[in-house]
């Protein structure tokens, strides 16, 4: 069994408002796993689901076989806004999050991995930098060199580069594809832009509105890199999941008629 993360049949509810109504899917190891729905499906909270922020009231979610509150280190975040410690350099702030994991690692080690993949997100010029000097691209690259850092199987990312002008979200895609292709880690990706979904996955998971489900898995066998316009099988894809959003609007509509 290559599953490295299970969410089965996953009941969640906020007070008497259900989120998840018996929700399941699975992802593979290695694999680049998007989650696309629409605001407030519950994308935001699969994550914190998987991290130990937050427990199923029924149902199972394990990672490599453990419940989240065992399995909950194997993960490492990227948040749509960076959330860096203004105070320290780039440098700094990728050691901060091995400092944080790892109590007992020597500090040359954690330094040797810190530049290592400062490098490898193509901050080698920008490793003094302080946050307030980076632009937003180049502060989404230390964070994905923070969670990359703690060695992680599985790297959670939350909409990470919606924040970023058009230009910078583009060569973000590309270079998360690159990193994701020279780690070999799991990636799972949350994002409602119906593009983006289908440039960088493997799959796409997409979600109902609440109470949630998973709705329909789509296989992207396109290989990389990848351009929508040009290929018909993405095209016939980004139709159907059109398709599949405008439905998942129509009740709203309806009511406001
Ligand atoms: N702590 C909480 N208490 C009550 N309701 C919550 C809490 N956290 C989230 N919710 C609700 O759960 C639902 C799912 O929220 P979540 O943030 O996961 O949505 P999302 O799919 O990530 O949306 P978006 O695309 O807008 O980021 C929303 O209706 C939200 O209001
Ligand atoms: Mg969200």
Same mark, same amino acid.
């Given at each position: 069994?290559?599953?490295?993360?299970?969410?089965?049949?996953?009941?969640?509810?906020?007070?008497? *408002?259900?989120?998840?109504?018996?929700?399941?899917?699975?992802?593979?190891?290695?694999?680049?796993?998007?989650?696309?729905?629409?605001? /407030?499906?519950?994308?935001?909270?699969?994550?914190?689901?998987?991290?130990?922020?937050?427990?199923?009231?029924?149902?199972?979610?394990?990672? *490599? /076989?453990?419940?989240?509150?065992?399995?909950?280190?194997?993960?490492?975040?990227?948040?749509?806004?960076?959330?860096?410690?203004?105070?320290?350099?780039?440098?700094?702030?990728?050691?901060?999050?091995?400092?944080?994991?790892? *109590?007992?690692?020597?500090? #040359?080690?954690?330094? +040797?991995?810190?530049?290592?993949?400062?490098?490898?997100?193509?901050?080698? +010029?920008?490793?003094?930098?302080?946050?307030?000097?980076? #632009?937003? /691209?180049?502060?989404?690259?230390? #964070?994905?060199? !923070?969670?990359?850092?703690?060695?992680?199987?599985?790297?959670?990312?939350?909409?990470?580069?919606?924040?970023?002008?058009?230009?910078? !979200?583009?060569?973000?895609?590309?270079?998360?594809?690159?990193?994701?292709?020279?780690? /070999?880690?799991?990636?799972?990706?949350?994002?409602?832009? %119906?593009?983006?979904?289908?440039?960088?996955?493997?799959?796409?998971?997409?979600?109902?509105?609440?109470?949630?489900?998973?709705? +329909?898995?789509?296989?992207?066998?396109?290989?990389?890199?990848?351009?929508? +316009?040009?290929?018909?099988?993405?095209?016939?894809?980004?139709?159907?999941? %059109? #398709?599949?959003?405008?439905?998942? *609007?129509?009740?709203?509509?309806?009511?406001?008629?």
């Amino acid at each position: 069994m290559n599953d490295i993360l299970v969410f089965d049949d996953v009941l969640l509810k906020f007070g008497k *408002e259900t989120i998840y109504d018996g929700l399941s899917f699975t992802v593979k190891k290695g694999e680049f796993l998007c989650i696309l729905g629409p605001s /407030g499906c519950g994308k935001s909270t699969s994550l914190r689901l998987m991290g130990n922020l937050l427990e199923a009231d029924d149902g199972n979610v394990t990672i *490599e /076989g453990l419940p989240p509150e065992h399995g909950w280190n194997k993960l490492a975040y990227v948040f749509q806004s960076p959330r860096l410690v203004p105070w320290r350099s780039a440098l700094g702030n990728v050691l901060l999050g091995m400092e944080l994991r790892f *109590e007992k690692l020597a500090k #040359s080690t954690m330094a +040797e991995t810190a530049n290592r993949l400062l490098d490898m997100v193509g901050l080698h +010029e920008d490793k003094d930098k302080y946050p307030g000097m980076l #632009s937003g /691209g180049e502060r989404q690259r230390v #964070s994905i060199a !923070r969670a990359l850092s703690v060695d992680p199987d599985i790297i959670l990312m939350d909409e990470p580069f919606s924040a970023l002008d058009l230009n910078t !979200r583009w060569r973000m895609r590309s270079e998360i594809i690159r990193i994701w292709q020279e780690t /070999g880690k799991t990636v799972i990706f949350v994002t409602h832009d %119906i593009d983006e979904a289908l440039v960088l996955a493997d799959r796409v998971l997409l979600l109902s509105n609440k109470p949630t489900k998973a709705l +329909e898995t789509l296989t992207l066998e396109e290989p990389r890199p990848r351009q929508i +316009e040009q290929s018909e099988s993405l095209t016939q894809q980004k139709n159907y999941l %059109i #398709s599949l959003f405008r439905k998942l *609007e129509q009740p709203d509509e309806l009511e406001t008629v």
